[in-house]
């Protein structure tokens, strides 16, 4: 029991903190650049060009796509889920926290394997080229793969969240 309470408070924390994220980094792809601060601006691009990640300063259409998901559907989900966690032992989360996850683990695979795989052009904002630049881009979206997968398994096996009804004896 005292490892649930510990996942849920890690779930908590994964669902808060997103909010801020999402909502002053990441719409920054699909926004008008005359809706964000300077300040925002520039620590999108102080992140864009310390982890070489280009995605978030030109993002291709399928990564804008991931993007309009996260704005019109997960947005709305996490400060859902985090109350949930962070009251602990909310049942009724079970079902949307399984949909999050799979949506979100399976946008994480192309996103990943596009890190890995493609070679990203030096201009105008240079992507990874080093394998050591990869890995690093690579572990930065790896949280957002790594805690959907363990809040799926979580739904799917823990006792608290996975209730099954009992059948009567005769």
């Known amino acids: 029991m005292a490892l649930l309470r510990v996942l849920e408070i890690v779930f908590f924390f994964y669902f808060a903190s997103h909010i801020p994220i999402t909502l002053f980094i990441d719409l ?19 992140y864009a060009e310390e982890f070489k990640d280009p995605m978030v300063l030109d993002p291709p259409e399928w990564f804008k796509s991931f993007i309009f998901c996260e704005a019109l ?17 909310c049942k009724w989360i079970r079902t949307p926290a399984i949909i999050y ?11 990943l394997a ?21 890995w690093l881009l690579v572990s930065i979206y790896a949280p ?27």
């Open 28 to 46: 920054q792809a699909l926004l008008p650049g005359n809706v964000y601060p300077e300040p925002l601006k520039d620590l999108l691009s102080w």
């Open 101 to 111: 996850s799979t949506h979100v683990a399976t946008t994480l695979v192309p996103i």
């Open 144 to 170: 957002y793969l790594l805690v959907p997968v363990l809040l799926l398994l979580t739904m799917l096996f823990s006792s608290s969240y996975n209730h099954t009804p009992k059948t009567k004896k005769k």
């Open 114 to 134: 596009h890190i890995l795989f493609y070679k990203f052009p030096l201009k105008p904002h240079p992507g990874p080229q080093t394998l050591q630049e990869r």
């Open 73 to 89: 559907l997960q947005l709305a989900f996490f400060p859902v889920a985090s109350y949930a966690f962070l009251k602990g032992g």
